[in-house]
């Protein structure tokens, strides 16, 4: 009965482990973009009918969805997080926008993002830093880059605007040398 008492609490623990694990992959707070904000940033990148909006770290995917329902761009986000992901899903229904725009569960990190004429990030500043080679690297020049709160250290932006005293800033990407 003691070796049973034992493995019950082995896997029990095993079970908390992966699952605090998981928790642990997901850290980063999930903190919705005001829609003031969003509208801000689409505004300042200059959003229109022919972009292809990405969100890294998209959230309930109200940026894509405001960038496809009032300026009429294709978008795509990227979270961690599963429920994230579907709330998005969800909300791009109810929208009316989702033959507009997708929704990937995944590591931005991991996602290619080169078709991106704008890309849209409201990450913590240490995330923001090491995406820049990979977003310098991947994105067309002329493309646009717009960061709610955050930016890019020593890559000074091309536009920096307040919205109810929160940053935003953009950054158009050089021609490749």
Known sequence: MKSMNYLVTLLFLCGALQLNAQQI???V???PTPQNVVEGMLDLANV??????????CGD?????TAAKKYGATGIGVDLNPERIKEANENAREAGVEGKVTFHEGNLFDFDF????VLTLYLLPDVNLKLMPKILSEMKPGSRV??????????KPDGQ????????????????E
Do not use: Q
């Not at 972009?51 to 890294?56: A, E, K, Q």
């Not at 995917?61 to 969805?65: A, D, E, K, P, Y």
């Not at 717009?146 to 890559?155: I, L, P, T």
């Open 114 to 117: 080169s078709k991106a004429s």
């Open 29 to 31: 707070p999930y903190v």
């Open 61 to 65: 995917g109200r940026i894509v969805i």
């Open 48 to 57: 229109g009918k022919g972009d292809v909006v990405y969100d890294l770290g």
């Open 146 to 155: 717009v960061s709610h709160a955050f930016d890019m250290g020593d890559w």
């Open 25 to 27: 992959e997901l850290d």
């Open 161 to 176: 605007i307040s919205v109810d005293g929160k940053s935003v800033f953009l950054w158009i990407i050089p021609e490749k």
